[in-house]
């Protein structure tokens, strides 16, 4: 047990780390990407803007350990501008018509049921669930398909590569993220049955 508990990450106060720097561009790359995306319509920049995001999104988790800059802000911080980017992609494809509206419905379904999840383990004290790799996968999967769907929709010599490439990775990691969010949702039902939520302070009064 104490070994398992060695390996956990130990994470920092600090705020002003290059992992973080990282991230707050990201953040600030997702208005410029819809803005890219669906009012100028450059889906070159668009594509290069999906493309560096994805590279920085593997680099400040990387430097993070390298440089012994795992933060809680980043913690927080480097997960929710996945998300952010994932659906501002989503959302701007849809608009264009480069997605399904079905496809879109189940990925965001997906996270809005694990978000409701949440409160399972919040009244009993508990944190979220530990991010399975298989998850980590998927979410790779289609942040690999989405550039290269976008690169399917550009006058290139790679359109059709970039359509049936991407197209194979959005299946993939469709079906991945759909099943890891069936176990993310079955480990909520566990907790529930086996653990009883904490009483709140107003019934001990």
């Known amino acids: 047990m104490a070994s398992e508990r060695n390996a956990e990450p130990v994470y920092s106060d600090r705020i002003f780390t290059v992992p973080n720097a990282l991230s707050v561009l990201r953040l600030i790359g997702v208005p410029v990407f819809l803005w890219l995306l669906l009012v100028e319509k450059a889906d070159g ?13 593997f680099l400040d988790g990387k430097l993070a350990r390298l440089l012994d800059q795992s933060s809680k802000l980043g913690a927080i911080l480097d997960p929710l ?20 509206w079905w496809v879109v419905l189940v990925l965001v379904g997906r996270d809005l049921i694990l978000t409701l999840l949440l409160p399972v383990y919040k009244r009993r004290d508990l944190p979220p669930p530990e991010v ?6 998927a979410t ?12 399917g929709q ?28 069936i176990l993310y949702a079955g480990k909520a039902v566990a907790v ?3 653990i009883p939520p904490v009483p709140h302070e107003d019934q001990h009064r």
Do not use: C, E, N, Q
């Open 81 to 100: 501008v996945d998300r952010l980017y994932l659906l501002a992609t989503l959302g701007g494809f849809l608009i264009r018509g480069i997605l399904p």
């Open 154 to 181: 550009m006058d290139w010599a790679a359109a059709g590569f970039g359509r049936a490439f991407g197209g194979a990775f959005l299946i993939w990691g469709t079906a991945v993220y759909v099943w890891t969010g």
């Open 45 to 57: 920049w668009a594509f290069a803007l999906l493309v560096v995001s994805g590279v920085t999104d």
């Open 192 to 194: 529930a049955r086996a």
């Open 132 to 137: 399975i790799y298989l998850g980590k996968a």
């Open 140 to 151: 790779f999967a289609l942040m690999s398909a989405l550039p290269w769907l976008l690169a």
